[in-house]
């Protein structure tokens, strides 16, 4: 029999409403949810087509062991859990558990299983090496956090809902839907603005999908901080701040005042390429405005400096007197009594903590208990106490998402073991011993704890799983749970753990992802403080009376830096000297030999690696190509679609070039996420973006440094924008790569590359 069941999506921070049919323990169909009081029957191709991911025949639905030869074979869970125990247990003994490793992919994100078991498995074994793909996206947000308020978890949001003045950097939220920002229907959210006589202003190199809607600003890549910089010049210049209540509630602002008098935006015009009069104009606004916001992501972060840069966003709403305040950026509120203490308590008695540990290659701090991706091959390579031997990797794809892959995928090999649990075999994991299948998404129950906070309107939902396990796959805390149990004996810690694993299962209370959730449910905001509050929200309830998600509150409140800060003085703190030093880095350095400059791209189409196996997203064929200008490929002879080489310091790809006037001149943007090499089980994803040179796309990454010198040095991220590139014509016979793979030419075809709702 059919049923339609309530859910939602989990590829990005939206967590947009859908009903899923069901059918046979068979995952039929899924369509945008229209009761979801937030999404209102919106999804996008990604959420529509993940029916084809559930079901394709190319996933992992069984324990895959690696042969001599490099193929795979099925066998049992017990006989893959027995010999991955014996063998960590071996490492254990020859090395110490700190020889023990685990990588986690942005998908793990979206499961609080995976999230909460991984980090309390690793911090139990006491290890350094806990990697997860937030640095090569979101760290550097917490990095600044922790400088300027003490807590890394603060996360100030647009008030979309009430903002006149929005000024985006960096950020695309109609193709990635929100960053750091949980808000379905953005695109509705930003049109709204204007609709009420207000101004979105869009600060890119590239004309995206956002900017095209909007006044788009275009900006050299990765000269924000001198742009933001300069706006906090004229602010104080032109006597735009409250000096007086600055004063109160922050620390070290005659410093920061004296720092901004050397960047008058006529000074920063010539590296940043915004004129003066814009910048000027752009400040005014800001201060003036009763409700205005400066929002900026992704690519604010992959510079040479996003620590400062991501602090300076904060710095500009705070003096232009638009943090935490209605119309500005704002503070989400999770409810739950005591939070701010508990951050605090957390980071004095945990990993958690920013650079208690460091990495062992490159000395970079840890953040929130991870070192950089970027220095894992390194790790595995270099000798010496502490060299990571076995590593585990969930929901994630390194090879293809980490600087100079080709370095980690020969490292790989040198482990004494590598296990994987994810739904496909993928071009990391064709290294593994062994493969062990994931449940997806709606194969499990969830609660999103991550999120509450970054909702733009107070939200919560929870779900069940919609269908059993498909085959043999497992959820990730269930399999760390057998870890647990195999590692008992050779670690006081573990043995703790599994001890309380099996008492409180005795107990009939076992700790599971959906009895944590509950407890903070019941904590939060609406939440029935376990029968105090009559009506509350529990788990079951959200369940059983809101299955499509309930609104907590009709906005973000005011106010919340008092529950944020965590200092003794409650003011924020301006004058970290680590902020201070990055200062020496925010002016661009020119090269000669590499005159262009390379930045990311989203692709509406594609979530990093793992979604170019659906067909739905493939139809009408793929293209990864560069974008560039079409000047600068007149002044080099390259033709629309013709095959180019694009080469930096650190290696070199060929892929076609795709000429458009919607980004700047001396600008090339490549999409991430391709390189598919055919060492990946995926059959969709190797044929996809063919050309004369092959198909899978280009790793652009393969254009990116590893070396830890040339990491953003607070938050230990890479350098990812901004890096000089050249772009050369070639021919089929003479093409050098460095990186396996290519582009593909642009099909006529469908257009998948609208929204749904």
């Known amino acids: 029999m059919r049923e339609d069941k309530p859910t939602y999506c989990r590829i990005c921070e939206p967590l947009c409403g859908m009903i899923a049919t069901v059918e046979d323990n068979r995952l039929i169909a899924l369509r945008p949810d229209k009761e979801h009081p937030l999404s209102k029957g919106f999804a996008c191709p990604k959420g529509i087509a993940f029916t084809e991911i559930v079901n394709d025949p190319d996933r992992v639905r069984y324990p895959l062991r690696r042969r001599a030869d490099g193929g795979f074979d099925e ?26 490793g685990w990588y986690f992919g942005n998908p793990a994100t979206f499961s609080t299983g995976h999230t909460l078991w991984t980090g309390v498995f690793m911090s139990l074994l006491g290890t350094q090496h806990v990697y997860s793909a937030g640095s090569q996206d979101v760290n550097n947000r917490f990095v600044a956090s922790h400088f300027l308020y003490g807590n890394p978890v603060a996360a100030p949001i647009p008030d979309i809902n009430r903002v006149e003045y929005l000024l985006m950097i960096g950020a695309n939220p109609i193709v990635s839907h929100g960053s750091v920002m949980s808000s379905p229907r953005i695109r509705d959210g930003l049109r709204a603005i204007t609709k009420r006589g207000g101004t979105v202003t869009v600060v890119d190199p590239r004309r995206t999908e956002t900017a095209r809607e909007f006044d788009w600003l275009p900006i050299t890549p990765d000269t924000d901080a001198l742009f933001l910089l300069s ?50 104009e752009i400040a005014h606004a800001l201060a003036k405005t009763e409700r205005a916001a400066v929002y900026g992501r992704i690519g604010t972060s992959l510079g040479r400096t996003g620590t400062l840069t991501t602090a300076l966003l904060d710095m500009v709403n705070l003096v232009a007197g638009n943090l935490d305040v209605v119309g500005g950026s704002m503070f989400g509120d999770l409810g739950i009594p005591g939070q701010r203490l508990g951050v605090a308590a957390l980071q004095r008695v945990s990993g958690f903590a920013y650079g208690r540990r460091r990495s062992r290659v490159g000395n970079l701090p840890q953040v929130l208990g991870t070192a950089p991706a970027s220095v894992m091959a390194k790790e595995i390579t270099t000798g010496g106490k502490g060299q990571l031997r076995a590593l585990f990797v969930s929901a ?38 062994y493969i062990l299948p994931a449940t997806t998404m709606y194969e499990r129950a ?63 209370v076992p700790a599971t992802p959906r009895r944590i959730s509950d407890l903070v449910i019941r904590m939060g905001l609406g939440g029935d403080r376990f029968g105090l509050r009559r009506g509350g929200l529990t788990y079951r309830r959200l369940l059983a009376d809101h ?16 529950k944020t800060i965590t200092y003794r003085d409650r003011r924020i703190r301006l004058d970290a000297p680590e902020l201070l030093a990055e200062l020496d880095r925010v002016w661009p350095v020119e090269s000669d030999d590499y005159p262009l400059r390379l930045i990311g791209m989203r692709e509406i189409r594609s979530e990093n690696s793992w979604q170019h196996n659906a067909p739905l997203l493939l ?96 938050a230990g991220m890479a350098n990812m924008t901004g890096v000089p590139i050249e772009v050369t014509a070639v021919g089929i016979g003479g093409v050098g790569s460095s990186a396996e793979g290519s582009g593909g030419r642009t099909h006529p075809g469908v257009d998948l590359d609208r929204t749904v709702g």
Do not use: C
């Open 75 to 100: 066998v049992t869970w017990d006989t893959a859990l027995a010999d991955i125990t014996e063998r960590l247990q071996g490492v254990a003994r020859r090395h110490g558990t700190s020889s023990i």
């Open 231 to 280: 706006l906090l010049h004229v602010m104080f210049d032109d006597g735009l701040a409250d000096v007086e209540r600055l004063s109160r509630r922050t620390r070290g602002l005659d410093r920061w005042r004296s720092v901004v008098e050397q960047y008058p935006p006529e000074e920063t015009a010539r590296h940043t390429g915004i004129p003066a009069e814009r910048v000027r």
């Open 396 to 433: 994630g794809n390194p090879v293809l998402s980490v600087p100079n892959g080709d370095e980690l995928r020969s490292a790989l090999d040198e482990l004494d073991l590598m296990v994987s649990l994810d739904i496909y075999r993928n071009e990391t994991n064709a290294h593994a011993d």
């Open 446 to 508: 969830d609660f999103l704890l991550p999120f509450q906070a970054l909702f733009t309107t107070p939200f919560k939902q929870a779900t069940d799983a919609v269908i059993g396990p498909q085959g043999q796959a497992r959820e990730e805390w269930t399999v760390i749970n057998e870890l647990i149990a195999g590692l008992a004996r050779h670690h006081p810690l573990v043995g703790l753990m599994h001890i309380g694993n099996v008492v409180s299962r005795r107990l009939g």
């Open 547 to 562: 299955p499509h998600g309930v609104v907590v509150a009709d906005d973000l409140a005011p106010g919340q830096l008092a």
């Open 619 to 714: 139809r009408g064929g793929r293209t990864h190509a560069a974008r560039m200008h079409p000047e600068d490929a007149a002044a080099r002879g390259i033709d629309d679609g013709g095959l180019v080489t694009v080469a930096s310091r650190h290696g070199r790809i060929s892929l076609p070039a795709m000429l458009t006037e919607d980004i700047t001149p001396g600008v090339v943007a490549i999409p991430h996420g391709w390189g598919h090499n055919g060492s990946g089980g995926w059959t969709q994803a190797n044929d996809a973006a063919r050309t004369e040179l092959g198909s899978g796309g280009a790793n652009v990454n393969a254009l990116i440094s590893s070396d830890p010198a040339d990491l953003e040095r607070l």
